[in-house]
């Protein structure tokens, strides 16, 4: 997997990035909430659930359907005035439907494990990305501060930290362009004819 590191600089960046109507920390909180929950999967291997089972790591908390409902039980719970189906409702499920996706995108880039089940319970077929740049981190916290899960953050930050937030720069750079050309539009009818 992904160090849950990697997936909660995600969460926080993207949301970071989104408009800032509403509850910030509540959004944040939510968030990083739904780029990490799918790793809760690991609980099972206390309880004997297998690696490649449907509920095993990376089965179905890894899967699009369960990025779907996590996205609409977020809103739901976590948002309740949101009136559903408008505009800014349709944006809040997008994104944590998103960002809990993005969870098993990251664990696809990894060089290790049995890959993501995203079809997920239609088919279980694990996947992985067709190139496997970052370091497979180590389950369990103890595990990860090592001298090899210094090497794990240090392939993430270079393969998944750096594009994310290049790509959210991008995003922020667009977003205040398109901002600043509306208010201009808005403004122009109130200047001085020459």
């Not at 067709?130 to 981190?137: A, D, H, I, K």
């Amino acid at each position: 997997m992904a160090s849950l590191f990697t997936h909660a600089y995600a969460a926080l960046s993207g949301a970071a990035v989104l408009d800032g109507r509403g509850d910030r920390a509540r959004l944040l909180a939510l968030s990083a909430f739904a780029s990490v929950v799918p790793d809760a999967d690991v609980l099972g291997f206390r309880f004997g659930v297998a690696y490649g089972d449907l509920w095993g790591h990376r089965g179905l908390t890894h899967s699009l359907a369960f990025a779907v409902l996590l996205g609409l039980a977020l809103v739901r719970l976590g948002f309740p005035r949101e009136r559903a189906f408008t505009p800014s409702w349709w944006r809040l499920w997008a994104w944590f439907a998103a960002i809990t996706a993005s969870h098993g995108a990251f664990d696809a880039l990894t060089d290790g494990g049995l890959g993501v089940a995203f079809l997920s319970p239609f088919d279980p077929t694990r996947w992985f990305a067709p190139w496997r740049p970052v370091l497979v981190s180590p389950i369990g916290v103890a595990n990860f501060f090592t001298a090899y899960g210094a090497r794990v953050l240090r392939s993430e930050v270079l393969w998944i930290w750096l594009p994310w937030t290049l790509g959210l720069g991008l995003v922020a750079a667009v977003r205040r362009a398109v901002r600043g050309r509306a208010r201009s539009a808005r403004e122009a009818p109130l200047r001085e004819p020459r």
